[in-house]
């Protein structure tokens, strides 16, 4: 099969398409043929080993100290159950299932192995793969942020969302919207448009102005781009208020209960995939390039198999 493999740490030229072995499904496992991956900010951070101090120590650890140990990077998926192994109860050959791989990556390839047990589920009846595919990073991450601030246990909660329109702010302004919340988004003036088609009314353009000293009070201030520290958004808070960042040490966790609430939502309408550009395979590195820019709105979809009859 074709795979983009990360040959060593580097700039996105370091990523090449090479041919590879296709794996075999163990017992529990299903095999996979991806129609679609996504390029996003943890997988130019893991190819650039573009983390600060003590940090990078730590992903040399567990990634690997020449190179990644994993040498096909990409965690989210979109695609077609080929094969299953002998125990697999779940799914069938032909069903169309989504999903995420955490530090197993293994995406950006033709085909992987995951087992039934895993991160995925059926996948969206009204999605394309590459809907699928673009939901499941941002999705994740801001489902387990927001709950871990207690979005859920508050009325109306007024959430401040800063870096509102990248793949986690996007997804924040959706799951903030789904528990009621009134939510105020720190953008640039380019990404104004896209907040406000995502329904935001209340605007902080941080070009134009300092949103820190903004008076109003909020119950959750998100960092959804890791740009700013506590300290600075305290003032920010009502008494019960939570600050959360991505920026910090506290790492999303992935789990099947946060992708069934991207199915369910997007199967109702509730939640849309932001897709600000889509690659081909072969272009892996131009994707990588425009993904470290830091730029893109929303998600950056890496298309590997375009034959199949997509559902929408
Ligand atoms: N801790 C965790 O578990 C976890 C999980 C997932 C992601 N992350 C981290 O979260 C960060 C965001 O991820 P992502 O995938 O959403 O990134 P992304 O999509 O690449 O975010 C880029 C977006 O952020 C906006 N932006 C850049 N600087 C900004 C600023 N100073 N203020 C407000 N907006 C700004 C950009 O728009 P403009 O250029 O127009 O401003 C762009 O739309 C990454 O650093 C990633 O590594 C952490």
Request: net charge positive; glycine share 8%; aromatic share 8%.
């Amino acid at each position: 099969m074709k795979a983009i493999i990360c040959t060593q740490y580097g700039p996105p030229e370091v990523l090449q398409l090479q041919t590879v072995s296709t794996p075999t499904p163990r017992n529990h496992e299903v095999l996979v043929k991806i129609h679609a991956t996504a390029v996003n900010s943890g997988d130019v951070r893991i190819r650039g080993l573009a983390v600060e101090g003590m940090m990078k120590w730590l992903m040399l650890l567990v990634m690997g100290w020449k190179g990644p140990r994993k040498k096909i990077l990409g965690n989210v998926f979109s695609g077609e159950v080929v094969a299953t192994g002998i125990a697999v109860t779940k799914y069938k050959k032909g069903d169309n299932v989504f999903g995420m791989t955490g530090f197993s990556m293994g995406t950006y390839a033709e085909y992987m192995c995951i087992a039934e047990t895993k991160n995925l589920l059926l996948k969206p009846n009204n999605a394309s793969h590459a809907e699928a595919a673009a939901n499941v990073f941002g999705g994740q991450t801001a489902i387990h942020f927001l709950l871990k601030a207690g979005i859920q246990k508050r009325t109306s909660p007024k959430v401040l969302i800063i870096g509102a329109t990248g793949a986690v702010g996007t997804a924040a302004i959706q799951i903030a919207k789904h528990f009621n919340a009134e939510i105020t988004a720190v953008c640039s003036s380019n990404g104004l448009a896209l907040v406000q088609q995502l329904g935001v009314e209340k605007v902080i353009l941080y070009d134009k102005e300092n949103f820190t000293a903004c008076t109003e009070k909020f119950d959750i201030v998100f960092d959804a781009v890791g740009k700013t520290n506590k300290k600075q958004c305290q003032p920010l808070l009502l008494p019960n208020g939570m600050y959360k960042t991505v920026g910090g040490w506290e790492v999303a966790t992935e789990t099947i209960a946060q992708l069934q609430l991207l199915k369910d939502l997007f199967e109702q309408d509730a939640y849309h995939a932001v897709i600000d550009k889509v690659y081909n395979m072969e272009d892996v590195v131009a994707a990588h390039q425009y993904v470290d820019s830091g730029r893109k709105k929303g998600n950056v979809v890496l298309l590997i198999h375009q034959d199949s009859t997509e559902k929408k």
